[in-house]
């Protein structure tokens, strides 16, 4: 089965309904859900989410946000292993490189981001919303 992991950003598009971005990620969950397949997080990006969301709207509507996530996504440890390869990837961006070690320590393809410039690897497959929702090949 193929696991999918979101990145932070394809969350917080969702949690926080941000245009232009929010339909389109939401049509990337809709997609996994729907076709069954297994669809991650990390869990260094869960307290980001949260951090986020209840900034911008409310600690209540961060929680409930969570809690309903968490009923169709999987949670990937982060352990010392993984953020150690992130600090030595020679990446700028360290948030994505824990996102990059981390799929590759669960041993997962594919990545959604919309930051696809930072997930730039040859042993990743790397989607942007629209890529992923709308393949040229289907």
Known sequence: MTTILLDTNIVLDIA????????ES????????????TCCVTSSSVTD????TKKITSHERALN??????SYVEILSVDKKIILA?????????????????????????????NKKDYQDAD?????????????NE
């Open 26 to 37: 939401k049509k990337v969950l809709s997609k996994i859900i729907s076709e069954q397949k």
């Open 86 to 114: 992130a600090l030595t990837s020679g990446q700028t961006d360290f948030e994505d490189s824990v996102q990059k070690e981390t799929a590759r320590h669960h041993h997962i393809r594919t990545i959604v981001t919309r």
């Open 16 to 23: 926080l309904e941000r245009n232009p971005f929010y339909e």
């Open 124 to 136: 990743l497959q790397i989607f942007t919303p629209e890529e992923f929702c709308n393949p040229i």
């Open 49 to 52: 989410i949260y951090y986020i």
């Open 65 to 70: 946000f969570l809690i309903n996530l968490f």
